[in-house]
């Protein structure tokens, strides 16, 4: 029973953190709460479902996801984001426009797909390994190394690598990185691709491993912003760490509690969190709470 545990807590700490990680770098990089990260992603596990749906080849599907999400999220940067970026919009608005712009993208895949739990079909049998009185499926163990692996390619990428120095130079001190000759809408555009292929992938393996529904995306926002939270918003690899002990928390409470209670529980860890530890496990304090 404590191992099914552990590796249903991999299962769902990876996706998590996984989305988690895009969402934080989201927020650090544009400075507002991207509420609509939850449902921008579970647009890839959609559209895979339509490209399996007129039969075209698995990987194929895959890969005009990616791309279909990664346009869109140019779109939404060009249209909406980049506008109010312009204009200096107030914190308020931002959280606004997040808050709206989950809200249509969750309508507008009810309009096109309908209410009903859609599944995406795998192109080889999902085989199941019992081991120790446990179980692990084919997909289970390919979410695992996925998850694991894109985030220790994103953490690589921006702690170890040239270009990520310059992504947090500019998300430390934008102005100082626009003085020393950084080109900031470049680095949000190539931001945004990369966040918008993280919310593909992640979007991909929730729909794979859960099967995909409109409001799936606002579940997905709160377990990411809750993991953010956990961690501590302005660090990033504590909303992986957030991500992955969520995950934990969620499935050891199942031991206790119904499961119908596990999003209960996020809400409760959300709220403790934000009332006792608002800036997260990880979260730096200000020169004025050190010294008050």
Do not use: C, H, W
Not at 40 to 59: D, E, K, R
Not at 111 to 119: D, E, L, R, W
Not at 221 to 243: D, N, V, Y
């Amino acid at each position: 029973m404590i191992l099914q545990v552990i590796i249903n807590s991999f299962i769902t700490g990876g996706l998590y953190a996984l989305i988690a990680l895009g969402f934080s770098l989201l927020y650090n990089t544009f400075k507002f709460i991207p509420f609509f990260y939850g449902a921008f992603a579970i647009f890839a596990g959609y559209f895979l479902y339509l490209f399996n749906s007129i039969n075209l080849p698995f990987s194929l599907g895959i890969i005009l996801s990616f791309l279909v999400l990664i346009i869109l999220g140019l779109l939404i940067d060009f249209f909406l984001l980049r506008k109010f970026r312009e204009r200096k919009a107030g914190s308020v608005i931002m959280l606004i426009l997040g808050l709206a712009l989950g809200i249509f993208l969750e309508n507008l895949l009810l309009a096109i797909f309908g209410p009903n739990i859609k599944s995406i079909s795998l192109p080889f049998e999902n085989i199941t390994f019992n081991f120790f009185n446990s179980s692990l499926t084919l997909i289970q163990l390919i979410v695992i190394f996925i998850s694991l692996s894109f985030l220790v390619i994103t953490f690589f990428s921006i702690y170890k690598s040239r270009y990520g120095l310059v992504i947090r130079s500019l998300i430390s001190n934008p102005l100082m990185a626009e003085i020393l000759g950084v080109n900031k809408e470049d680095i949000f555009r190539k931001i945004l691709i990369f966040t918008s292929l993280i919310a593909a992938i992640g979007g991909i393996l929730y729909g794979i491993e859960y099967n995909l529904e409109p409001t799936a995306g606002t579940n997905l926002t709160i377990k990411a912003f809750t993991s953010a939270i956990i961690g501590g918003l302005e660090f990033l690899p504590g909303s992986i760490f957030g991500g992955f002990l969520l995950g934990f928390i969620e499935n050891i409470s199942v031991l206790f509690l119904p499961s119908a209670f596990k999003d209960g529980i996020t809400f409760i860890i959300l709220f403790l969190f934000l009332i006792f530890k608002p800036k997260g496990m990880f979260g730096k304090k200000t020169r004025e709470e050190m010294s008050g």
